[in-house]
């Protein structure tokens, strides 16, 4: 898990004596690399000064992050489901993977990651992008007259019934800002 520290340590005179444990502090030519915007008067009775940088940092591709959950279970039919519609979201989102944590009672008590190729591997990825395409033609087809696109504001109301192999039924309204 890639996790960006949003304040660089060395902001102050003395990076030393504010970093945090665990941080590293930036010095030679990872500094280097840091360009000063800034420095401005601050005093916290061990500082004077504050120094605003800024660097490049390279690029990091959606497939660096994870898509986080929590739910109470993954288990049985309700937990394959679950399961199918953290795939969708994390792939849909062009995710690395999903953590997902186990909070039965807001507490988290186990955390598990999932690849996503393993997980599509559970289920008939053809059926869901097939499921996905007849509904997208749906909202196309309600949104459009004559060719041309409906401007406005739409409501998608999505329902399922339960158990497995249920269909999903869409309902499309036209509406305004604010309609619950």
């Known amino acids: 898990v890639r996790v960006l520290y949003s304040a660089i340590p060395d902001a102050v005179q003395d990076p030393a004596s504010c970093a945090p444990e665990g941080v590293r502090v930036l010095n030679g030519a990872a500094r280097d690399a840091c360009e ?84 599509a591997a559970s289920f008939d990825v053809d059926r869901v992008w097939a499921s996905l395409a007849g509904m997208l033609r749906f ?4 949104t459009t007259v004559g060719g041309d696109r409906l401007d406005g504001f739409w409501r998608l109301r999505m329902t399922k019934a339960r158990g497995k192999g249920a269909p999903v039924a869409l309902t499309l309204e036209e509406g305004s800002v604010g309609d619950e």
């Open 139 to 142: 909202v196309l087809a309600e």
């Open 36 to 119: 000063l915007v800034e420095t401005f008067s601050f005093s916290d009775g061990v500082h004077s000064s504050c120094n605003l940088w800024k660097g490049d940092w390279p690029e990091v591709g959606p497939e660096s992050f994870v898509e986080i959950k929590k739910t109470t279970h993954l288990n049985g039919p309700p937990g394959e489901f679950k399961k199918l519609k953290f795939w969708l979201q994390a792939t849909l989102a062009a995710c690395g993977g999903i953590v997902v944590a186990m909070a039965p009672k807001d507490v988290v008590e186990a955390v598990e990651r999932f690849d996503l190729g393993d997980l």
